[in-house]
């Protein structure tokens, strides 16, 4: 079975290009962004690392860390981080898992159990590998996005999901579609009217089960 939603992400000690690290214990007390992609030197993956780069103040003002994954040695991390940079014109101050193996593509589902790398390989054999997993300080998966070969992700959208994530993390409210931080959140059902207005002050009932109030982050 794969990995789903309030599952514990699994723990594994892997390289990194800035060293060796236990995934729990990197975490720790944070909010964690895994983001994976299927080969170093590839284009789509040198625009996306270097989007992860230039929002590094916004991942730190939401207390959030990041770390990329890739299949290929920590050694060709460093030398393809000269590259991110300078296309973003930013410092890749994350690190990026060297899993030449595949166990934490397979751990995390994000490859089929029989996957391995060809000699000669091409992004095309590790494909599968371009996820997103957002992680909430409990170590539960929170979102998982997963995005073919030919459309670049938004990171933008990211960040509002994460937004949204940490707005509503433990709290009785959602978020409607399209919300941005500040907008108005929605009441969860769970609440009475009476119940709603004492926890959150106004609140606007647009319909018996659409209520929405202001955001209490």
């Known amino acids: 079975m794969g990995l789903r939603i309030n ?3 699994p ?8 060293g060796e ?16 992609h299927p080969k170093d030197y590839t284009p789509v993956c040198t625009t996306e690392f270097g989007a992860v780069a230039q929002l590094a103040d916004e991942w730190a003002a939401r207390g959030t860390k990041v770390i990329g994954l890739s299949v290929d040695s920590a ?10 940079e300078g296309f973003a014109g930013a410092k ?8 030449e193996d595949l166990a934490v593509s397979k751990a995390f589902d994000m490859l089929p159990a029989e996957a391995y790398l060809p000699d000669g390989r091409t992004a095309a054999d590790s494909a599968s590998v371009r996820s997103v997993f957002i992680i909430s300080p409990d170590k539960k998966v929170q979102l ?10 938004n990171f933008a959208e990211v960040l509002r999901a994460l937004d949204g994530l940490q707005a509503t993390f433990g709290t009785a409210i959602a978020t409607p579609a399209n919300w941005v ?5 929605i009441v969860s059902m769970a609440l009475s009217d009476d ?20 955001d209490p982050s």
């Open 21 to 36: 690290i236990t995934f729990h214990d990197w975490i720790g007390d944070s909010w964690a962004i895994l983001f994976s």
């Open 11 to 18: 723990n594994f000690t892997a390289m990194t290009d800035q």
């Open 75 to 84: 050694e060709e991390h460093v030398g393809w981080k000269a590259d991110i």
């Open 144 to 153: 998982i996005m997963t995005y073919p070969m030919s459309v670049g992700r």
């Open 7 to 9: 599952d514990v992400v």
């Open 181 to 185: 931080k500040g907008q108005d959140v």
């Open 92 to 99: 890749a101050g994350f690190p990026i898992i060297a899993d």
């Open 195 to 214: 119940e709603a207005k004492a926890k959150f002050g106004d609140v606007d009932i647009k319909l018996p089960y659409l209520r929405t109030t202001a």
